[in-house]
Structure formats: C-alpha cells, structure tokens
C-alpha cells in the first residue's frame, strides 16, 4: 500500500529533517517567539524539535534580531533624551 508524500521540515536550531508532525512550529508574533500548535497563525513561521534544548537555542538565535525588526517596522523605539 502507497502511503503517499510526508512534508519534511528543518529545526532552526539544530538543522535536522524530520516530518512536519514530530516539529513544532513556532512564530513570532509582537517581538515573542510563540508556538503554534494549530499551524495556522500569520507571521514569521520557523520549525524547531520538541526537545528543550533546540526551543532554547532557537530563541537565543531568534530572539535579538526579530525583536529588533519588529520595533523598527512598528516605529517603536524611544526617542533619544
């Protein structure tokens, strides 16, 4: 029997492919790395092992930059004193 096309993704953190289902998708979303667990949130979408150390690395790897890009499209900086 013909089990038919498994979507493969790749962890963020770690670079492994692994079958969409055994991934989480995580989004950013307001400057935050949130999961995704229904898979249908709008945003920056990037999968990551469900494994804690790989969600840690991911958010080291993430968080700066994607935090920094939100605030600069939202202009939310804070005027210089």
Do not use: F, I, W
Not at 17 to 34: F, I
Not at 45 to 72: I, M, S
């Amino acid at each position: 029997m013909k089990r038919g096309h498994v979507p493969l993704r790749t962890c963020r953190a770690c670079r492994r492919q692994a079958p969409k289902q055994e991934l989480r998708r995580m989004v950013v979303q307001q400057g935050r790395l949130v999961d995704d667990e229904r898979q249908l949130a709008a945003g920056y979408g990037v999968y990551c092992c469900r494994d804690g150390a790989c969600r840690e690395r991911l958010g080291k790897k993430l968080g700066k930059g994607k935090k920094d890009d939100y605030a600069k499209s939202n202009n939310t900086e804070h005027p210089p004193s």
